[in-house]
Nanobody, 120 residues
């Protein structure tokens, strides 16, 4: 059974930092591109950052220079280091796995989400 379990969310003041972790089980982790999405109240879920199996990263414009995504294939884990947090970063953050090998290319999995709240 595939599970993605996030941790590390919480309440932080503007300018502070948090580190999100996502532990994956039941998957061949290296076969998946991993990502962090977020969804704020009343808004659509958006991709925050992604990292390929080869560690190529992408970021949405609003977090560039502040957030860093990384992965540890030996630990089946992906991380999101968030620095200089802003109130607009407040959202539920979701871990996402996207299979990038055949068979089952494109199969996706989601974590349950972790709340990040940034106070001004």
């Amino acid at each position: 059974q595939v599970q993605l379990v996030e941790s590390g969310g919480g309440l932080v003041q503007a300018g502070g930092s948090l580190r999100l972790s996502c532990a994956a089980s039941g998957v061949t982790f290296s076969a998946y591109a991993m990502g962090w999405y977020r969804q704020a109240p009343g808004k659509q879920r958006e991709l925050v950052a992604s990292i390929s199996s080869g560690a190529t990263t992408t970021y949405t414009e609003s977090v560039k220079g502040r957030f860093t995504i990384s992965r540890d294939n030996a630990k089946n884990a992906v991380y999101l280091q968030m620095n200089d947090l802003k109130p607009e970063d407040t959202a539920v953050y979701y871990c996402h796995a996207d299979r990038r090998q055949i068979p089952d290319w494109g199969r996706e999995y989601w974590g349950q989400g972790t709340q990040v709240t940034v106070s001004s």
